[in-house]
């Protein structure tokens, strides 16, 4: 890996502090792309084909209450996803982890154990399929407006995710911003996903800077933890952008490892750390 100075190229400036960085490493769900718009559905769809399935061919009634809670979600009263659990199953498990759940919950409603793990395919299958159709993303408020900062300012940006790396590359195309980033790694491409340190470690070396050198950006304490681990320069957890003061007054407590808090990337600022040096020796 290429050596450089801890010094970074530009500033990365949040909550009246600046960070001198030379890359920015970015969640996926919940950082990227708004995590309800995408997830929300994609539960609501696996919670619906779940109990189709097990109704038509084991005559099972599959409480949607109880896939809610396996998966760290809420839902209103007409099944819709409203809300979900930034420490839970869907926000920071990974998609082996997810499906090994599934089966094992299909299991426990009582289906054969040889039956459950392809039950909990098909109906991922039947899920998927539907996603694709609908692809129901979005991106964070003011995201685009930022990655067009650090990258007029030269920055070299990785998405790290939880996710298996061809279906984050799916969803950042459908969002159209794949091109910003120099790398997308998912969970399938090291050994031990969030909180370790790992998919920063690989970003890193793949974007040729320290971790020393790069920013890590998530909406969980998972995604803080690694940043930490791995000796980033700052850990910047993004919050829902409802959120008031006294939500973000809470949320320090959740987020130990958090370096700052923003709800919107309004919040962020990037300058050109080399030509803040060129005129400060002017004056």
């Given amino acids: 890996m290429r050596e450089h100075s801890p010094k970074g190229d530009a500033l990365l400036r949040v909550e009246g502090k600046a960070y001198p960085v030379r890359a920015i490493l970015f969640d996926k769900d919940g950082t990227l792309l708004d995590f309800i718009g995408l997830w929300g ?9 779940i109990a189709i399935l097990l109704q038509e061919q084991y ?24 809300d979900y659990d930034r420490a839970g199953l869907l926000s920071t498990g990974t998609n082996f982890k997810v499906k090994t759940l599934l089966a094992e919950h299909i299991r ?12 909990m395919e098909e109906c991922i299958r039947r899920t998927n399929g539907e996603i694709e159709r609908l692809r129901p993303v979005q991106a964070r408020c003011s995201l685009v407006d930022f990655l067009d900062q650090c990258s007029s300012s030269k920055l070299s940006m990785a998405v ?12 950042l195309e459908w ?25 920063v470690e690989l970003a890193c070396n793949r974007l040729g800077v320290s ?29 829902p952008e409802e959120s008031t003061e006294a939500d973000i007054t809470r949320e320090r407590e959740y987020y130990r490892n958090a370096d700052a808090f923003i709800t919107s990337y309004e919040q ?16």
Avoid: Q
């Avoid at 933890?225 to 850990?235: E, H, I, L």
């Avoid at 962020?268 to 004056?283: M, P």
């Fill in 41 to 49: 559905s994609w539960s609501e769809l696996l919670i619906r084909n």
């Fill in 59 to 82: 005559n099972i009634h599959a409480s949607p209450e109880s896939l809610a809670m396996l998966l760290g979600i809420s839902c209103d009263e007409s099944g819709k996803v409203v």
């Fill in 108 to 119: 426990d409603l009582g289906v054969p154990a040889m039956d459950a793990e392809r039950c």
């Fill in 160 to 171: 790290v995710t939880a996710d298996d790396t061809e279906d984050a590359i799916k969803h």
């Fill in 175 to 199: 969002l159209g911003i794949r091109h910003y980033f120099r790398e997308v790694i998912g969970s399938d491409a090291v050994l031990r996903g969030k909180p370790h340190p790992d998919l």
């Fill in 211 to 239: 971790p020393a050198e790069a920013a890590v950006m998530g909406d969980t304490e998972h995604d803080m933890r690694m940043g930490r681990a791995a000796g980033a320069a700052v850990t910047i957890a993004i919050l």
């Fill in 268 to 283: 962020c600022r990037i300058d050109n750390h080399l030509v803040e040096e060129s005129a400060s020796s002017t004056r």
